[in-house]
């Protein structure tokens, strides 16, 4: 097959991306397929803009997988300029996928959304080409914006998108949910009655086991705290945002206190860092942010832990199920997890990883951490290997034989 992956956030791993159509692209590649990625040229969350005049794309081959880079608007943040950009972007692809068309017709389009725009774009790009084309839903938009910026269903824009979303579960020739519950949740809205769910699935998230081990054994970080022996490590990696919700991990910490044993290493950057930061000067916590790290020392750094850490801030839809980024790693890592939110789907207690519990207060959040630190050695190692072995379950080689087998069925 030729496929074309459209994804306006789909980074490069090198710029420190979300890099779940990477390794499928190069899973698909090592299959005997051909696959192009239609991005954004503004690299999301960092200050890179892979075009700089005004050249309407840019081909690059980014660590074996073949990008066009799509002109477009510089921002930062979430302000005006973020929404122009996602505006502008389903244009500018759209020509220059109208270009690559003359030159060779795709088999199928797979397009991964948020943002809705350039999915629908994609799709429409699709139907007026007679091209098949599977949609992705990585994020519930606009479900999460409602759930998270308390705005109102009834807000108009909201219910153009719904309308929109819905428009798009409809017309795809299928769907690709990385939340388990997607089916639940069409339901939910009241469109099973349009959407056939025969041509919903569900694919998690991953982690390339092969690229994980190689990058532990070449990537290795100088931290004296992570590889300090007389300290138990609880290891958190990811954004420091709102919606990490780490003021409870913080707040764990003060009562961890006396335990100078337990410290926590937290590995991430975000909007809510400096004050996490001055609080934990202002009550001399044991707790070390380390700032933002390169994708490639992940590895080393949850292999070196002696717990991982999911902290989340609690949302309904949590009811549809989670496919974060970091658990896969985490279960790669052989470590045990803690998380803070349990959620319908949970893996971590489908596989028995470590503990899930929504906690009452902080005492209680500091209670489960010392249970890993005191705990009997034949269970921490039960854990361990439950983690490695699940891992084995969602390697992207794995995955992408169920990607392929969808594209297929678009197809047919």
Avoid at 60 to 73: A, I, K, N, Q
Avoid at 87 to 98: C, I
Avoid at 275 to 283: G, P, V
């Amino acid at each position: 097959m030729n496929i074309w992956i459209v994804n306006h956030y789909a980074i490069p791993p090198s710029m420190g991306g979300l890099v779940r159509h990477y390794y499928f692209s190069k899973y698909l590649q090592k299959k005997g397929h051909t696959v192009k990625i239609f991005t954004s040229s503004k690299i999301h969350n960092t200050d890179i803009n892979m075009i700089k005049d005004k050249s309407l794309y840019r081909e690059e081959m980014e660590d074996g997988v073949e990008y066009t880079f799509v002109r477009s608007r510089d921002y930062k943040g979430n302000g005006m300029d973020r929404v122009i950009n996602m505006m502008d972007l389903p244009f500018k692809t759209w020509k220059a996928m109208k270009l690559f068309y003359k030159k060779q017709k795709p088999d199928v389009i797979y397009t991964s959304s948020p943002d809705l725009f350039v999915a629908f774009f994609a799709l429409r790009f699709g139907r007026k080409y007679k091209i098949p084309v599977v949609v992705e839903v990585r994020d519930l938009w606009p479900e999460s914006i409602v759930e998270y910026n308390k705005i109102s269903r009834k807000n108009p824009i909201i219910q153009i998108l719904y309308q929109l979303e819905k428009w798009i579960y409809k017309k795809a020739d299928q769907l690709i949910f990385t939340m388990e519950g997607g089916k639940e949740y069409i339901c939910d809205k009241g469109w099973d009655k349009v959407v056939d769910l025969n041509k919903v699935n569900h694919v998690n998230n991953g982690v390339d086991l092969e690229e994980f081990e190689e990058n532990y054994e070449k990537y290795q970080i100088e931290d004296k705290d992570l590889m300090d022996k007389s300290k138990f490590n609880v290891v958190y990696v990811g954004s420091v945002r709102q919606v990490n919700n780490l003021a409870t991990l913080i707040d764990a910490a003060k009562e961890l206190k006396p335990y100078r044993n337990v410290q926590i290493l937290i590995y991430g950057d975000g909007t809510e860092r400096a004050a996490l930061e001055e609080k934990c000067r202002k009550f001399q916590l044991n707790v070390k942010f380390k700032g933002r790290v390169e994708k490639k020392y992940i590895p080393y750094i949850l292999k070196k832990s002696d717990l991982n850490v999911i902290n989340v801030r609690p949302a309904a839809l949590n009811k549809y199920g989670c496919s974060w980024n970091k658990l896969f790693e985490y279960m790669a890592s052989g470590k045990p997890i803690l998380c803070n939110l349990p959620v319908k789907y949970d893996l971590i207690r489908k596989y028995n990883l470590g503990v899930t519990k929504r906690f009452s207060d902080s005492e209680a959040y500091k209670d489960a951490i010392l249970g890993f630190v005191k705990m009997k050695k034949e269970d921490y190692e039960m854990y361990c290997h439950n983690s490695l072995e699940c891992s084995k379950k969602f390697d992207y080689q794995m995955l992408s034989d169920k990607v392929e087998s969808i594209l297929k069925k678009a197809l047919s």
